[in-house]
Structures are given as structure tokens and as C-alpha cells.
């Protein structure tokens, strides 16, 4: 058996790197090598001899999982679709923008939250992806979009906002958060790394205390009735129990307020009254507020609200002083957009099946 390095962070390498009797400054070495030069053949990493070139062949590899395809939408968003084997694929999806490029990266074949309006919850939940499948998201993603040693970097940011519950898959994703933060790696700053969770309160807690990182929160709702409808892990943990452990979270976070979520989806969640009960919810919680217009996808009931709630819904918040701002809906045409990300899971439930979105080979 050989071990895949490119999940192991610098720490694990040194430990790899001692059992091939190599010294530490080895695993720098390899994860520049890996992360920074996106190298996957021991032969090109020059500044090691032949000889340990060789042994590192024989004992490891360096894998990211199989891209089975790969759509650029009109607007430039791109999407991979990714094999994670035994008939399970997930999605990754670049956005890039004027002054920075973001990468959404997913932790889960499927999720278990079964949020109504979403339509990876809708395929039910395979299993947690490992640290290589996670941070191999983004060795691919940086490979494909050209990043060399001294290039400059299309990807700027990282978003745990697809496939999945990342605080479902806590030690994974938190693994492979440390490799996006790790200078010899990627270095990105904590405040362009968010995780999106849709609520998992002692999820919230344990990442403040492990691995600090800018926190985004699928609120959705103005109040209890109507979360637990859409987001059914509010059952377990309520609002109020949702917003302290927020608040507990900014004590130890790179940034000064939480993002939070908030899909508009006409008629059940967009009213000039919702908003005003949104507004006095959070106004204890150092926040911004981000619209999301609903993405539909096949066979779901909700629609999206129109561009005028939208406008309404986020005036009343802004007159109650909270900042809100309407995410910019990107690459639906090519099913990238929030919420449109299905894979190819295999439907355990059976209720939305969408063959359209099964690739063809
Ligand atoms: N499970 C995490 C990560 C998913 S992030 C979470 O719930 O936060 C994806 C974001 O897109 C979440 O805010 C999610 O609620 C939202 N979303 C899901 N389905 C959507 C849809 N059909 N249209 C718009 N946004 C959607």
C-alpha cells in the first residue's frame, strides 16, 4: 500500500518523512512541491537526490480524485464533476470576479440535513469525503487554471459551500482547512476561507476553538415555525441556541461578524414582515446579511422571489441597519449555482431523481 501525500499536513509529513529515515525540513519541501508547484510525479521535485526520488515512488503517491467533467458556464463560473468512486461524484465550482476568485469546494457525497429547497439534501447522504478528496479540490482546481510557481493566483478565496454539511465531516475539513492556511501550501488568509454551515451548534463551537476561519450561517428563516420547515436541524438546535453559539464563535474569529444566509423564496420567507422580524432577530449578532435568490432545480416546488421582494426585503433590513447584500446568482446554466450542486449521488430515497444531471460517457 502506498500513502497519497496530498491529503497529509506538514505535520503528518514529518512523520512520513521520519519513517523513511528523511529529516523534517522534508516535508516542506514535499508540500511545496505538491500544493504550491502542483506536482504529482516524485521525478520532478529536483532539489531531492535520485535515489530518495525513488523510494518516494515506491512508498507514496500523490492523487486527486478523477474529473469525470469539466463546463465553463457563460459567465465564466466553471465546474468539475468529480469521480470519489462506488458511483459517487461531487462538484466543485470556480467563480472568478474582477479582483478575486473564488473556489466552492464540497465536504460530503449528498448531505443528511435535508434542507427543503436544496437540492443536494434532496439525493440523501452517501458518506463524508476524506482530506484527499477535499483539499484535492483545489490542487485540481489550481492545476487547471494555470497556476504555476509564479504565477499569480486565480484562486484568492475558498468557500466551503458545496456538496455537504463541512461541520458534519468536522475532522476532515478541518484537516484540510489547515493545509489552505499553510504557507507552505496554499496560504491562504483565515478571513478567505469561509465554512458555511446550516446550523450544527456544537460544530460551531469546536471549529472556533480548532481552526478559526471566517463563518457563514444558512439562516433562512426570521424565526422558528418556519426554519424548522426549511432547515430541520433547526428541531435540534433552535435559533436562539444557533445565535449564541454565533456569538461565542466572534470571540475567536480572523473576522468581526457571521455571515448570515438567507435564501428568498417567494411567498414562504420574503415578506416586508419577515424582514422587520429578521432585523430584530439578529440584531444582538455582529453580522452581514447575504440574499441568496432561490436556484431552482428539477422538481422542486419553491420559486425564486421576484427581483422587487428581493429589493424590499433587503431596504427593510438596511433601514433597521444591518447590512445586506444580494448574492449574484453564477453559473446556473450549467447547474453551478448555489444549490443546484446533485453530483451523481446514488438516490437512497429515490424521490429526485434527475437523470439530466448524471453526466454521459
Ligand atoms: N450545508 C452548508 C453548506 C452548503 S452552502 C450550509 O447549509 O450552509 C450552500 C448555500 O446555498 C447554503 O446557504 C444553502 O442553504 C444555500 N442553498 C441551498 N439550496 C439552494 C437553492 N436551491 N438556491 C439558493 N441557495 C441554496
Same mark, same amino acid.
Given at each position: 500500500? %502506498?500513502?497519497?501525500?496530498?491529503?497529509?499536513?506538514?505535520?503528518?509529513?514529518?512523520?512520513?518523512?521520519?519513517?523513511?529515515?528523511?529529516?523534517?525540513?522534508?516535508? &516542506?519541501?514535499?508540500?511545496?512541491?505538491?500544493?504550491?508547484?502542483?506536482?504529482?510525479?516524485?521525478?520532478?521535485?529536483?532539489?531531492?537526490?535520485?535515489?530518495?526520488?525513488?523510494?518516494?515512488?515506491?512508498? =507514496?503517491?500523490?492523487?486527486?480524485?478523477?474529473?469525470?467533467?469539466?463546463?465553463?458556464? =457563460?459567465?465564466?463560473?466553471?465546474?468539475?464533476?468529480?469521480?470519489?468512486?462506488?458511483?459517487?461524484?461531487?462538484?466543485?465550482?470556480?467563480?472568478?470576479?474582477?479582483?478575486?476568485?473564488?473556489?466552492?469546494?464540497?465536504?460530503?457525497?449528498?448531505?443528511?440535513?435535508?434542507?427543503?429547497?436544496?437540492?443536494?439534501?434532496?439525493?440523501?447522504?452517501?458518506? !463524508?469525503?476524506?482530506?484527499?478528496?477535499?483539499?484535492?479540490?483545489?490542487?485540481?482546481?489550481?492545476?487547471?487554471?494555470?497556476?504555476?510557481?509564479?504565477?499569480?493566483?486565480?484562486?484568492?478565496?475558498?468557500?466551503?459551500?458545496?456538496?455537504?454539511?463541512?461541520?458534519?465531516?468536522?475532522?476532515?475539513?478541518?484537516?484540510?482547512?489547515?493545509?489552505?492556511?499553510?504557507?507552505?501550501?496554499?496560504? #491562504?488568509?483565515?478571513?478567505?476561507?469561509?465554512?458555511?454551515?446550516?446550523?450544527?451548534?456544537?460544530?460551531?463551537?469546536?471549529? $472556533?476553538?480548532?481552526?478559526?476561519?471566517?463563518?457563514?450561517?444558512?439562516?433562512?428563516?426570521?424565526?422558528?415555525?418556519?426554519? @424548522?420547515?426549511?432547515?430541520?436541524? !433547526?428541531?435540534?438546535?433552535?435559533?436562539?441556541?444557533?445565535?449564541?453559539?454565533? #456569538?461565542?464563535? #466572534?470571540?475567536? +474569529?480572523? &473576522?468581526?461578524?457571521?455571515?448570515?444566509?438567507?435564501?428568498?423564496?417567494?411567498?414562504?420567507?420574503?415578506?416586508?414582515?419577515?424582514?422587520?422580524?429578521?432585523?430584530?432577530?439578529?440584531?444582538?449578532?455582529?453580522?452581514?446579511? !447575504?440574499?441568496?435568490?432561490?436556484?431552482?432545480?428539477?422538481?422542486?416546488?419553491?420559486?425564486?422571489?421576484?427581483?422587487?421582494?428581493? *429589493?424590499?426585503?433587503?431596504?427593510?433590513?438596511?433601514?433597521? $441597519?444591518?447590512? +445586506? %447584500?444580494?448574492?449574484?446568482?453564477?453559473?446556473? @446554466?450549467?447547474? +453551478?449555482?448555489?444549490?443546484? #450542486? *446533485?453530483?451523481?449521488?446514488?438516490?437512497?430515497?429515490?424521490?429526485?431523481?434527475?437523470?439530466?444531471?448524471?453526466?454521459?460517457?
Amino acid at each position: 500500500m %502506498t500513502v497519497n501525500l496530498i491529503g497529509l499536513d506538514q505535520e503528518a509529513l514529518r512523520g512520513f518523512c521520519a519513517g523513511l529515515g528523511e529529516k523534517p525540513y522534508r516535508a &516542506r519541501q514535499l508540500l511545496r512541491w505538491i500544493h504550491h508547484a502542483g506536482v504529482d510525479d516524485f521525478s520532478a521535485m529536483t532539489d531531492m537526490s535520485r535515489v530518495l526520488r525513488e523510494r518516494l515512488a515506491q512508498s =507514496a503517491s500523490i492523487g486527486a480524485p478523477r474529473v469525470l467533467h469539466d463546463t465553463t458556464a =457563460a459567465d465564466g463560473t466553471r465546474k468539475w464533476l468529480l469521480d470519489v468512486g462506488t458511483g459517487n461524484a461531487i462538484e466543485t465550482v470556480f467563480i472568478p470576479e474582477t479582483n478575486r476568485g473564488t473556489l466552492c469546494i464540497s465536504s460530503q457525497a449528498g448531505c443528511a440535513l435535508e434542507c427543503s429547497f436544496c437540492s443536494t439534501g434532496k439525493q440523501g447522504f452517501n458518506r !463524508n469525503l476524506t482530506v484527499e478528496e477535499i483539499i484535492g479540490q483545489l490542487w485540481l482546481a489550481n492545476r487547471s487554471l494555470g497556476r504555476g510557481v509564479t504565477e499569480e493566483r486565480p484562486i484568492s478565496n475558498v468557500v466551503m459551500m458545496g456538496m455537504g454539511e463541512p461541520l458534519a465531516n468536522f475532522e476532515n475539513v478541518v484537516a484540510a482547512m489547515r493545509l489552505m492556511l499553510d504557507d507552505s501550501a496554499y496560504g #491562504l488568509s483565515r478571513r478567505r476561507v469561509t465554512l458555511s454551515t446550516a446550523g450544527l451548534v456544537p460544530g460551531i463551537d469546536r471549529l $472556533g476553538d480548532a481552526c478559526p476561519v471566517a463563518l457563514a450561517v444558512s439562516l433562512h428563516a426570521p424565526n422558528d415555525a418556519l426554519r @424548522d420547515e426549511l432547515v430541520p436541524i !433547526n428541531r435540534k438546535y433552535p435559533i436562539r441556541e444557533l445565535l449564541a453559539a454565533c #456569538l461565542r464563535y #466572534l470571540s475567536k +474569529a480572523p &473576522r468581526d461578524f457571521v455571515t448570515f444566509e438567507y435564501v428568498m423564496l417567494e411567498g414562504v420567507n420574503d415578506s416586508a414582515d419577515q424582514a422587520r422580524e429578521l432585523a430584530a432577530l439578529v440584531r444582538e449578532v455582529p453580522c452581514k446579511i !447575504n440574499l441568496i435568490p432561490f436556484n431552482p432545480f428539477p422538481g422542486v416546488g419553491y420559486r425564486r422571489s421576484g427581483p422587487e421582494a428581493i *429589493a424590499r426585503f433587503r431596504d427593510v433590513l438596511m433601514q433597521a $441597519g444591518l447590512v +445586506a %447584500t444580494v448574492r449574484k446568482t453564477r453559473g446556473d @446554466d450549467i447547474a +453551478a449555482a448555489c444549490g443546484q #450542486l *446533485a453530483g451523481r449521488v446514488q438516490d437512497r430515497t429515490r424521490r429526485t431523481r434527475s437523470p439530466q444531471q448524471e453526466p454521459s460517457r
